[in-house]
């Protein structure tokens, strides 16, 4: 019979070594980094989060809407209300509703009783909280929408604008304009762009790949409609395969003027982005990313050299504080970043971010924020200049006219 092995030292029957580490431990618990929660275990919260107030508001589009992979009707917003020493914040995030319910019957016990200036904190035992029910999509989400309301509550309490509390190193962000939607007349196409450009937007993307026989045209048609000088940026949402996609890049760059080329194919077909960025012609950067829900996801992209730009959405990768993680392994790379939709959530961020290339001022999400926020965010001469007169984000939710919309509310 051969002999039982023999434990190391240090876990073998050693007195001292058990006690060395069980105080090393215990030490760690006490820092915060153990499964009972984060932010110290015997020190007192300063303004203790006291409760999430969750509501979800479904808003009918103004005329239907599709873009290569999808139609919709509807946009819901999921909005989180964080309270702390008096004061209240206030996050959303674009998801279905049932991430109102993931931060309401999760989330909400999970921050409860945390400092409320401690959103790392925070962050971190919300993923803690979602880990058995699925980290991605909806979880993330419903992470968006409360770690959004307690950078918000955090600059109230310190008596500071938001853009200031993140840290800003420029005052205002650039935008372009974002609809064009495959389900629009030429007419439609036309007038949203040349509204758009009245208004100081130099920028200008469409979507494209539902009728591919139909997309050289439509682009031509966005060109004619801006001139020569103004971008010109097209969106797929990953609807062509490669062949198509390489094809369409040849055409939108050479014909129509093209700079821009987002989802091309899938977002999951890193190969197929790679190749279109290798082989594509020179000036059509290509773009991808909105569909992140962690940083494996965006350095998965980045490794894969898979982009020229990459986006994020804040209301999807876990909130601000999953944009400023994806904002620096951009730097580190080094990428530009853009954001994707929900300008008065993006515009401070975007101010607090090196290597920031642009907010999508999108149709729709423009629309629902001025709806149901005083204080949302608006373009002017082509540029978000976020608020530094007040503390927080601003925002404010109008309730008489948000009641309408309402889809969900906690109790």
């Known amino acids: ?34 499964p009972d929660g984060l932010g110290g275990a015997d020190r007192q919260p300063d303004a203790p989060v006291e409760r999430l107030a969750v509501s979800a508001y479904t808003v009918p589009t103004d005329r239907p809407e599709s873009d290569g992979t999808k139609a919709w009707d509807s946009t819901t917003l999921v909005l989180v209300e964080a309270t702390a020493g ?26 409860r009783g945390l400092d409320a200036l401690d959103v790392g904190a925070a962050w971190h ?3 803690h909280a979602v880990r058995n029910v699925g980290r991605d999509g909806i979880a993330a989400s419903a992470i968006a929408a409360v770690d959004a309301a307690l950078w918000d509550l955090k600059a109230r309490l310190l008596g500071q604008p938001l ?14 304009g974002s609809g064009g939607f495959t389900s629009y007349t030429d007419d439609e196409l036309r007038e949203q762009f040349e509204a758009w450009q009245g208004d100081g937007i130099t920028m200008f993307k ?83 990313g909105e569909y992140g829900y962690s ?23 876990a909130g601000p504080s999953g944009f400023l993680r994806v904002a620096a392994l951009c730097e580190a790379h080094p990428l530009d970043l853009s954001a994707h939709t929900a300008p008065s959530l993006h515009g401070p961020l975007g101010c607090a971010v090196v290597p920031f290339r642009h907010v999508e001022y999108f149709h729709d999400h423009v629309r629902i924020e001025s709806l149901l926020f005083d204080g949302a965010l608006v373009q ?32």
């Open 1 to 34: 019979m051969s002999a039982a092995p023999t434990l190391p030292p240090a876990l073998g029957r050693n007195p001292a070594a058990g006690r060395g580490l069980a105080s090393g431990i215990a030490a760690t618990s006490a820092l915060g980094y153990g």
């Open 86 to 111: 008096g004061e209240t914040g206030i996050g959303y995030a674009y998801a279905h509703a049932a991430a109102a319910h993931v931060a309401a019957d999760l989330l909400a016990h999970a921050v």
């Open 125 to 127: 035992a919300m993923h």
């Open 163 to 176: 853009v200031v509390v993140l840290d800003a190193v420029r005052r205002r962000v650039p935008v372009y």
């Open 206 to 288: 469409m979507k494209v790949g539902r009728e591919p026989e139909r997309d050289l045209a439509r682009v031509r048609v966005a060109r004619e409609a801006i001139g020569d000088e103004a971008g010109l940026m097209v969106d797929a949402n990953g609807a062509y395969t490669r062949k198509q996609a390489l094809y369409f890049a040849y055409a939108f760059a050479h014909e129509c003027g093209a700079t821009w080329f987002e989802e091309p194919v899938s977002s999951d077909d890193l190969g197929g982005l790679r190749l279109l960025r290798d082989q594509g012609p020179p000036g059509l950067e290509i773009a991808a």
């Open 295 to 317: 940083l494996f996801h965006f350095r998965r992209l980045l490794d894969a050299g898979a982009v020229d730009c990459l986006q994020a959405d804040a209301t999807r990768c």
């Open 380 to 411: 002017q001469d082509g540029f978000l200049e976020p608020d530094r007169t007040v503390p927080g984000n601003r925002l404010a939710l109008r309730r008489a006219d948000a009641d309408p919309y309402c889809v969900f509310r906690s109790s």
